[in-house]
């Protein structure tokens, strides 16, 4: 089965850009997705199909895919953006996810 | 407003069985793929089944198939999930969600999520 490997932990300075990355066999062949989960709450989609943003979704959030890794990256971080980050594919008729990454703005 | 609205979760013996609902609104839910993921406490995201518009086409996790049915009722906007045999490894809170128009696994909106217990 296809395996999605993300970073535990990132840490970003306020102000500072934080890249996530996100780990697959030839996943730059795949669209990738992903997920902002705050303590409590749902997910939400912050970027679909490697660079796409959804419709109240800043700017700073933007997307990579190339080879085995995209990357999502979040431009002058700030105290909201800390929370889980999850990347997703569609592989074999299944919903793939990654591990996630907890993202600390310090 | 799109709205997803889980219910039907509890506490559960082992082996027993539980049947969720989402009920939608706030768009035309016979034109989307829909979903339900779960999230073991203090896990990752798993996802668990999805169903086309129609119901024609089902997709299931290694995990759940045999033993989880994933539903859906147009007239009613109505998604389900009959969870059968279940197990503690199945404990999680359980989101309904989206799929984006024209996709089948992009997941544009979730729901709030029910706790679903397998425990005795």
């Known amino acids: 089965s296809y395996e999605l490997t993300q970073p535990l932990s990132v840490s970003v300075a306020l102000g500072q850009t934080a890249r996530l990355t996100c780990g697959g066999n030839h996943i730059g062949s795949k669209n990738v997705h992903w997920y902002q989960q705050k303590p409590g709450q749902a997910p939400v989609l912050v970027i679909y199909?490697?660079?796409n943003r959804p419709s109240g979704i800043p700017e700073r959030f933007s997307g990579s895919n190339s080879g085995n890794t995209a990357t999502l990256t979040i431009s002058r971080a700030q105290a909201g953006d800390e929370a889980d980050y999850y990347c997703?594919?569609?592989?074999?008729?299944?919903?793939?996810f990654g591990g996630g990454t907890k993202l600390t703005v310090l | 407003e799109v709205q997803l609205v889980e219910s039907g979760g509890g506490l559960v013996q082992p082996g027993g069985s539980l049947r969720l609902s989402c009920a939608a609104s706030g768009f035309t839910f016979s034109i989307h793929w829909m979903s339900w993921v779960r999230q073991a406490p203090g896990k990752g995201l798993e996802w668990v089944a999805n169903i086309k518009q129609d119901g024609s086409e089902k997709y299931y996790v290694d995990s759940v198939k045999g033993r989880f049915t994933i539903s859906r009722d147009n007239a009613k906007n109505s998604l389900y999930l009959q969870m059968n045999s279940l197990r503690a490894e199945d404990t999680a809170v359980y989101y309904c969600a989206r799929a984006l128009y024209g996709d089948y696994s992009t997941f544009d909106y979730w729901g709030q999520g029910t706790l679903v217990t397998v425990s005795s």
């Open positions: 199909r490697d660079s």
């Open positions: 997703q594919v569609w592989d074999s008729s299944t919903v793939v």
